[in-house]
């Protein structure tokens, strides 16, 4: 049996290669330095990692393993092709635009960046085009195969596979990316010669493309570019993870490879079936220690499911975690100031490791031989699971008194928009902001010092009415019809809540890569979820006092809240997300006791939790969006429900948005030219929509001419009634000035639409 790992974080526990990336970029250190560091923690992560049979090698990055394959391959954007400098620095042009020390007249644009699979990671997406020409350039894979070896561990270098490569690029001219295949391959031929005459035994090929719905064309692609990849100098592991094979199993396993990865612990139902299915020459590799979340794994009962495999295969077994552990948080032990108890039930990369040490020990050598490991992990697993802190028979008595009336209105939207009509007496085309308003250095500071105790909650809460009442002003000043009090007070819209809930807890240091230099700090959840008292109403009933106009009140809700958490894995998560939704329709009804008439829940994340396989978005989206309903619609018809989502994406989930029957959605589209609104020739939504008439994301302040022209494309496929004028997602990134003058041009553009 063998024990390898698909790939470590490249972050550094302490973010190290963060900071020395954006010192970089300000040009405070030298790429000697940048490289220096990424030298070290390649060093760091391969130290942990000299007990395991096989060390991953090309895991590392400076910015994207999938951009980082896109230059080994040669493939790189002509735009970036004769700028000068290193080529180090074309890495960056590409990865973000610039490079270190570039003036203007030497930004390109970036190349496009979207989600790697269903993680938050995000990865710079391969270019394509008719004419596309491969060249491989093997250096940076050698240089590091290298140095792995003069550390004494035994490499395995890992790449990503062709199908997956191209599956996951698009193409910039109408061609077909398909075609490229025979050009692609012989690159991937020459790759593997060199690494094999450098010393490599393996190489791991990632095809997570695998788990997702291929056609016919692409399964056999799969074939193909395998019969030609397959030599006798290196053998071959496919990896595969994030989910089951299903129908692409039949073609993995009849690939010419040496062995095979699956994840086995999102695909622990189809482990038995591939067993059956497996060649007898094939290894198998099964991904049992869960990389996609931070819980410490049931070994015992892990054991119990693996011996009787592990006497099944004998030496074909392999076993790691399910995926690359880039997607955990690296080091636990750094975490100091959290909850000893919570903590032990914990598990981030470095600790994943010792779980698979201590598996791969007792299938070697028997369960005796760690004996005091299992022993302890045992009495963790039990006393997590029995915790009254885990388990509040509250929550689970009111999650049984949820009835099906509880998610629907009382009446109509055509009834409560007459209704709401009548109260609110909104001009056509009402104007509004998403929530945030520009999170100035003050703002933090106060808010930081108030976190480390510098100043006390009555000076703190003096200092935030402030900002507050200046938002309030600023509106009134401005004209817009619906305000909002800003949202200074909050870091982060899903922490914000989750600092405020109970079974919740968070890390200092347990940061996961999101793309680049920018990392995440998914706060976790780990027992039922409460709301012990009002979170917002005291906000919101302070600046509703100073206006005549509507407040919103402004939410997060549930099933974004699930999605940017580490979720618990003991129960099935739309329980969780039925547990904040009860959470925050208590505070929703608060809201509407304390006069506030319009409340905002945002659903900024709600398109992120769909399941790779488009056949399992039906059941996602039933219980996401009943989760919404049940957070929001207990409200009396007078009372306005808003939501919001910042993607311009949602084209093929627009019935489900429908079925949320919130008053008012605002939505990001700007940046589509409004191309986005396509979908409602075809599905006539029925209720009332605000297209985001601004890119928040640029400083520019779009004209008066520019957002009118926007909204008369939306108003040729909306009734104008229904039409709300707002920019196309909240401001906190955005500076004052810029702010104030879109926001006038804004209020102006639905004058004229008036
Ligand atoms: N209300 C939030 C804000 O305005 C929404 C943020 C978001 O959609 N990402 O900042
Ligand atoms: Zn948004």
């Not at 919740?504 to 999101?514: A, D, K, L, P, R």
Request: proline letters at 5%; glycine letters at 6%.
């Amino acid at each position: 049996m063998k024990t390898h790992i698909l790939g470590f974080p490249r972050i550094g526990s302490k973010r190290e290669l963060k900071f020395a990336q954006e010192s970089f970029w300000k040009g405070e250190i030298t790429a000697d330095e940048l490289i220096i560091t990424g030298k070290q923690i390649r060093a760091t992560n391969w130290n942990l990692q000299k007990f395991l049979d096989f060390a991953p090698v090309g895991d590392f990055s400076f910015y994207d393993h999938v951009l980082d394959m896109s230059f080994t391959l040669g493939n790189v954007p002509e735009r970036a092709q004769n700028t000068k400098g290193a080529e180090l620095d074309r890495f960056f042009r590409i990865a973000r635009g610039r490079s270190a020390k570039d003036n203007e007249e030497d930004t390109i644009h970036a190349g496009e960046m979207t989600k790697w699979f269903d993680t938050n990671y995000h990865y710079i997406v391969p270019e394509f085009k008719a004419d596309t020409k491969f060249a491989l350039n093997p250096q940076r894979i050698i240089e590091q195969l290298a140095e792995s070896r003069e550390l004494g561990v035994n490499a395995k270098p890992v790449i990503v596979g062709p199908i997956t490569y191209l599956a996951i690029g698009k193409e910039k001219d109408g061609s077909d990316k398909s075609d490229l295949l025979q050009r692609i391959i012989p690159e991937y031929q020459k790759l593997l010669d060199i690494l094999a005459e450098n010393g490599a035994e393996w190489v791991q090929i990632d095809e997570p493309v695998l788990v997702t719905e291929l056609d016919s064309k692409w399964q056999d692609m799969f074939q193909t570019a395998y019969e030609q990849l397959s030599q006798p100098n290196i053998k071959i592991l496919l990896a595969t993870y994030f989910g089951t094979l299903q129908e692409n199993l039949a073609t993995a396993v009849s690939l010419p490879v040496d062995a095979i990865h699956i994840d086995a612990v999102r695909g622990i139902s189809e482990v038995k079936t591939v067993m059956n299915l497996l060649p007898e020459t094939m290894q198998l590799s099964l991904g049992v220690i869960d990389g996609r979340n931070i819980w410490k794994t049931d070994l015992t009962g892990l054991l119990n499911w693996l011996e009787p495999i592990a006497k099944q295969l004998g030496d074909r077994l392999w076993i790691a975690p399910s995926c690359s552990l880039l997607h955990v948080p690296v080091d636990l032990d750094l975490e100091e100031k959290m909850d000893e108890e919570i903590k032990s039930w914990l598990s981030f990369a470095t600790h994943k490791l010792e779980e698979l040490k201590v598996v791969a020990r007792a299938l070697k050598d028997g369960r005796d031989i760690v004996k005091a490991e299992l022993n302890e992990n045992y009495q963790l697993m039990l006393n997590r699971r029995k915790s009254m802190r885990v388990n509040n028979p509250d929550v689970q008595r009111s999650l049984l008194s949820v009835l099906p009336y509880m998610l629907r209105r009382e009446s109509t939207y055509e009834k409560r928009a007459q209704v709401q009509k009548n109260k609110f007496k909104l001009p056509l085309y009402p104007t509004t902001t998403i929530g945030s308003f520009p999170q100035t250095s003050e703002i933090r500071s106060t808010r930081l010092k108030f976190k480390k105790g510098e100043i006390d909650n009555t000076s703190y809460v003096q200092k935030m009415k402030v900002e507050i009442k200046n938002a309030v002003k600023i509106q009134e000043e401005l004209g817009l019809d619906v305000l909002v009090h800003g949202e200074a007070e909050r870091n982060d819209m899903v922490e914000y809540f989750g600092e405020h809930l109970d079974g919740y807890v968070f890390s200092e240091f347990g940061w996961v890569q999101s793309y680049g230099s920018r990392c995440v700090k998914p706060p976790i959840i780990f027992g039922d979820i409460s709301r012990p008292k009002p979170i917002t109403i005291e906000w919101s009933k302070y600046a509703q006092s100073l206006t005549n106009k509507p407040m919103k009140g402004m939410l997060t809700g549930p099933v974004t809240i699930l999605n940017w958490s580490f979720v618990r894995d003991d129960i099935p998560r739309f329980v969780v997300c039925n547990q904040i939704a009860l959470a925050i329709r208590e505070e929703v009804l608060d809201l509407e006791k304390a006069g506030i008439d319009i409340i905002q829940i945002d659903e900024a994340a709600l398109r992120e939790g769909l399941p790779l396989r488009k056949s399992e978005w039906g059941d996602y989206l039933k219980w996401a969006v009943e989760a919404f309903q049940l957070s929001a619609n207990g409200v009396s018809d007078e009372t306005q429900i808003h939501t919001h989502m910042c993607y311009s994406e949602f084209n093929d989930i627009i019935a489900a948005i429908a079925d949320m029957d919130a008053d008012v959605i605002t939505i990001e589209t700007s940046r589509s030219d409004m191309e986005l609104l396509d979908v409602f020739d075809e599905f006539s939504y029925p209720n009332e929509i605000g297209p985001g008439v601004y890119d928040i994301h640029s400083p520019n302040v779009p004209s008066v001419d520019y957002m009118v022209n926007l909204m008369e494309k939306a108003a040729v496929r909306i009734p104008e009634e229904r039409l709300w004028v707002n920019p196309d997602c909240g401001l906190k990134t955005r500076g004052w000035p810029e702010t104030l003058s879109s926001l006038r041009n804004m209020v102006e553009a639905a004058n004229c639409l008036r």
